[in-house]
């Protein structure tokens, strides 16, 4: 029963975000993600490696497709997007640490980008 109603929550919670907080929510969900890769590459856990990868690729896919490409941005983002599939796909066939390390400081930096740009729309 516990479990239900906190399933309703969370999808209430889902429901209610604007796109801002949604976007900046998969950006955070990514960066757990590729986080939980390197420690489960530490740890030799290829499977929960594997897991957390394709989670990875699975959110910036989403990202991809939700792009509104009325805006110029846009296209830089798909840009920036597909580059990240080929760095995830590269760390998925190699399982290469150096990937995660290079990858995590540019998804922290548009997500923070994206904060910025959410709260001066805000004001």
Known sequence: MYQNGYEQ???QSVNTMTHGEMLLL???ELIKRLTRA???LEDENYDSFDKSVQRSKDIVHYLEQTLNMEYEISYELRRMYEFFQ???SRLQAGRNTAVIQELKPLVAELRDAFREASKTAAV
Do not use: I, T
């Open 86 to 88: 080929y760095e995830l």
């Open 38 to 40: 390197q420690m489960a």
């Open 9 to 11: 929550y969370k999808m």
């Open 26 to 28: 998969l950006y955070d």
